[in-house]
């Protein structure tokens, strides 16, 4: 089994700045693959951000892009979410995902995630 543990999450004005933390445990050699995902009230979930541990690569939805850093620490099976210039469509339900991914091509929001935390909330005030 693997456990995906959040961190952070809160309010900030707009304009500001947030980090997320995701610690994953148990089963952490299938976490190769991990992303953020968040789902505001009423409305479906969308990708933020994705990376693939085994390598460099790194998908960010055009939304973040510039905006948000994603980063990985492998040794501590973490996966960082730095949100910066933060705008009030940025609220949501922020969710840390994971799954095994053989290739980086597989490392997409296509492919479902199996493994996902228990989400933290994230509030842009304008």
């Known amino acids: 089994a693997q456990v995906l543990t959040e961190h952070g999450g809160g309010s900030v004005q707009a304009g500001g700045s947030l980090s997320l933390s995701c610690v994953a445990s148990?089963?952490?050699?299938?976490?190769?693959?991990m992303g953020w995902f968040r789902q505001a009230p009423g409305k479906e979930r969308e990708v933020v951000a994705i990376t693939f541990l085994g390598g460099n690569k790194i998908f960010y939805a055009d939304s973040v892009k510039g905006r948000f850093i994603i980063s990985q620490d492998s040794a501590k099976n973490t996966v960082y979410l730095q949100m910066n210039t933060l705008e009030p469509e940025d609220t949501a339900m922020y969710y840390c995902a994971a799954r095994h991914a053989l290739y980086d091509i597989y490392c997409t929001e296509r492919h479902p995630f199996n493994y996902w935390g228990q989400g933290t909330q994230i509030t842009v005030s304008s």
């Open positions: 148990g089963n952490t050699y299938n976490s190769n693959c």
